[in-house]
């Protein structure tokens, strides 16, 4: 019998399921386990062993992470750093190239220009939203595309759709980082991407309680990413695929909550005259709003903004609110601030942040499911000096 398809609610609740409950347990149990007995496999990928992230927990994820994307295979990893280092160490070799968006988070951005550089491979950053841009930097050798769906930190939304059939146009692997949407608000393999990534970390676990990372796509690319981590290690443990699949289950109800929140919190913070500018793409006057419309079921609950009085005011409004929390990292219940310069984005230089358009005075916000008449009151009170 041909299983029925549900709706996305549904569908973050119970799939990947067992089909039989183990020992009649309606959350799947934690297997603390290494190593699993031998059961003939020929192929050293098949046994089943804790590094090989093949674990019932594993497993478990796995299913559930590929229906709410609409892929056919996923990997979860020890981290988004992992799943996007595995990825891309999968495709490309010495001599290779890369096109990527211009604005991304500050690890990936680091990844991409200088870690793959010493292994050969090249890379060049293209503004997200030109597709004639795209073309233009093309070479023969160019092998991937990558992308941000939502960009960290300045909120950007690129011609997704654009960038997908290019990439199909010239035969290209086209991987996108989801984080920041999110599976409720956008799946991008529906877009025509092969592969879509998530610190899950994030809003997938929705608590800052594990640091996680998933790949998403057919069977044959995912296959080929497993075989890369299996070899670089970034297992995920077994706890930690308990918490994430715990967490899964909510992430329709925090995700809607949060986009509510963020798009609140952005409208207040557009009309106060502290405040330089806000990137929030569900704000009208944001250049991919209509895009983001389009495509998204949500705006998300990022948002951030440049404050009048450079750096040192910043940190000022940043030291006199009191619910969210000086923290980097996001997606979590509670709302977060930071200032990238200090954290995500740190380890590019003052050059690299200025082409990117990342200014000293820039703060982001990961907006949480608190009231958001409190998170406006607290602005309202940190803004007010």
């Known amino acids: 019998m041909q299983k029925k398809k549900y709706r996305l609610e549904t569908e973050l609740v119970h799939a990947g399921e067992p089909d039989k409950r183990i020992e009649g347990a309606v959350s799947l149990p934690i297997f603390q386990s290494s190593t699993f007995e031998y059961s003939g496999q020929s192929d050293y990928h098949d046994l089943k062993y804790i590094r090989l992230n093949n674990t019932p927990n594993h497993t478990a994820l796995h299913k559930k992470l590929s229906v709410l994307e609409k892929g056919d295979a996923a990997l979860v990893t020890a981290s988004g750093m992992a799943a996007i ?17 211009d604005c991304l988070y500050g690890g990936t951005h680091e990844l991409i220009t200088k870690d793959l550089a010493v292994l050969g ?100 690319l995912i296959g080929k990413i497993i075989h890369k981590l299996n070899h670089l290690g970034g297992s995920l443990d077994p706890h930690a695929c308990f918490l994430l699949h715990r967490g899964i289950k909510t992430l329709a109800l925090r995700m809607r909550c949060q986009n509510a929140n963020a798009l609140q919190l952005a409208g207040f913070l557009e009309n106060h005259n502290a405040v330089e500018k806000v990137y929030y793409p569900g704000l009208k006057n944001h250049t991919g709003h209509e ?19 450079g750096p040192e005011k910043a940190e000022k409004v940043i030291s006199r609110l009191q ?21 995500s984005h740190s380890g590019m230089s003052p ?24 998170l406006i009151a607290d602005f309202q009170q940190a803004l007010d000096i």
């Open 351 to 374: 050059q690299e942040r200025e082409k990117a358009g990342i200014k000293d005075s820039l703060i982001r916000v990961s907006v949480g499911i608190e009231a958001a008449e409190d």
């Open 121 to 220: 491979i090249s890379c060049d950053l293209v503004q997200g939203d030109s597709v004639k841009a795209w073309e233009e930097k093309y070479r023969p050798e160019t092998k991937l595309i990558y992308a941000e769906s939502i960009s960290n930190p300045l909120l950007q939304i690129p011609d997704l759709k654009g960038l997908a059939a290019f990439a199909k146009k010239h035969g290209l692997i086209s991987m996108i980082d989801n984080t920041f949407a999110g599976p409720v608000n956008y799946r991008p393999l529906e877009t025509g991407f092969d592969i879509c990534l998530h610190s899950c970390t994030k809003y997938l676990n929705g608590h800052s309680d594990i640091v996680a990372g998933a790949a998403i796509g057919s069977e044959k």
């Open 85 to 101: 280092s595995a990825a891309l160490l999968a495709f490309l070799k010495p001599g290779d190239h890369l096109l990527a968006q």
């Open 323 to 343: 619910i969210p929390i000086s923290a980097p990292s996001l997606g979590g219940v509670e709302s977060l601030i930071t200032r990238p310069v200090t954290t």
């Open 291 to 309: 895009r983001a419309k389009e495509l998204f079921a949500g705006f998300g609950g990022m948002l951030s903004f440049e404050i009048k009085g």
